[in-house]
């Protein structure tokens, strides 16, 4: 297993079991009160792009086992990268002062640039618009906890595909379970990138692409809606072609099977109403919560720490 976590296709399906098992029992731990399992270690993150979840939940998650935090919550501004220092130098430094370092950048392959030189694990938290494996982990997470199980579903993805680093990570892990069904609803100048689609060719993954959400509604068991991500389009125009495409709403969801759930890896802006959100099927925000015990399993693993002992 590799101690940096950089993309959603390292993973293999032992991995991915363990890493479940692993948040299930960090679930009892952190409901329990916390551990001291990473006393003693430090986590660095590292965000070039706001966050909101994904940097408390690792922080929260670090906290809650012992460890302790470093953080700059805008590196693009308050790191030395406003002075012209390269994220190789930053990452150098950084990795003799933490023992794990969590980051977020906007350029897709930074993580694994920063892997190159860093002497710690580093745990990609997002690369532009390539790639954001933990998500994609506490998704998993998600899934198999609200539906008993992963193998067998039938998943649509939702909005901006080619934007939205979420959905391009979870389809990546998707392809280790049986019998997946994928649907891709995209606005056209949106679409799930060939690269995604060529690697489930190569896995003998079930997709479809379909513009119509009303049917795609009503046979899956996830719809997985996604925010369509207005600071990577190139001009305003081709965001406004997008923008407001599609929208889970109430009536929306009256047409999905009574077992089926709504997740998002939030923040939403408009693309679920707020009236759905009483609806028993609405995980989205169980979804987030989720993220705390997954990444609780991450940091020990990277760490060296597998056990969930008190
Ligand atoms: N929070 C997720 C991400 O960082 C989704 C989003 O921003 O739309 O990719």
Redesign the pocket.
């Known amino acids: 297993m590799d101690r940096h976590i950089l993309g959603a296709k390292q993973f293999d399906r032992s991995g991915l079991e363990s890493i479940l098992s692993a948040a299930r029992a960090m679930e009892q731990v952190a409901r329990s009160g916390g551990s001291q399992l990473l006393a003693g270690k430090i986590m660095a993150s590292l965000f070039f ?1 706001p ?1 909101t ?2 940097r408390f939940s690792f922080e929260s998650a670090m906290t809650r086992l012992g460890g302790q935090v470093i953080s700059t919550e805008n590196a693009s501004q308050f790191s030395s990268a406003i002075k012209g220092e390269t994220l190789e130098d930053t990452i150098r430094v950084i990795s003799s002062y933490a023992d794990v370092i969590v980051m ?1 950048h906007y350029e897709i392959g930074a993580a694994a640039r920063a892997a190159h030189v860093s002497t710690v694990p580093i745990l990609n938290a ?1 690369d532009g618009a390539g790639e ?1 494996p933990t ?1 994609a982990l506490l998704d998993l997470y998600t899934i198999e906890k609200e539906l008993g199980s992963i193998d067998g579903i039938s998943i649509a993805m939702v909005g901006d595909l080619t934007y ?3 959905v391009h990570s979870l389809a990546y892990v998707l392809a280790n379970f049986r019998d997946v069904t994928i649907w891709f609803t995209a606005p056209e100048n949106t679409p799930i990138p060939q690269t995604v689609k060529e690697y489930l060719d190569e896995k003998g993954v079930r997709y479809y692409e379909e513009s119509d959400l009303r049917q795609v509604a009503e046979r899956v068991d996830v719809l997985y809606q ?2 369509v ?1 207005k600071e990577r389009f190139p001009s305003q125009e081709e965001y406004e072609k997008a923008a407001g495409r599609y929208i889970v709403d109430k009536e929306l969801m009256d047409r999905m099977k009574r077992t089926s759930i709504v997740m998002h ?3 939403r802006a408009g693309e679920i109403t707020p009236e759905c959100d009483a609806d028993p099927r609405a995980a989205y925000f169980r979804q987030a919560e989720n993220g705390v015990y997954v990444r609780m399993a991450l940091l020990a693993q990277a760490l060296g720490e597998n056990q969930a002992k008190e």
């Open positions: 792009e966050s979840r994904t977020r997002g954001h998500q939205g680093r979420t996604t925010r991500q890896p939030l923040p």
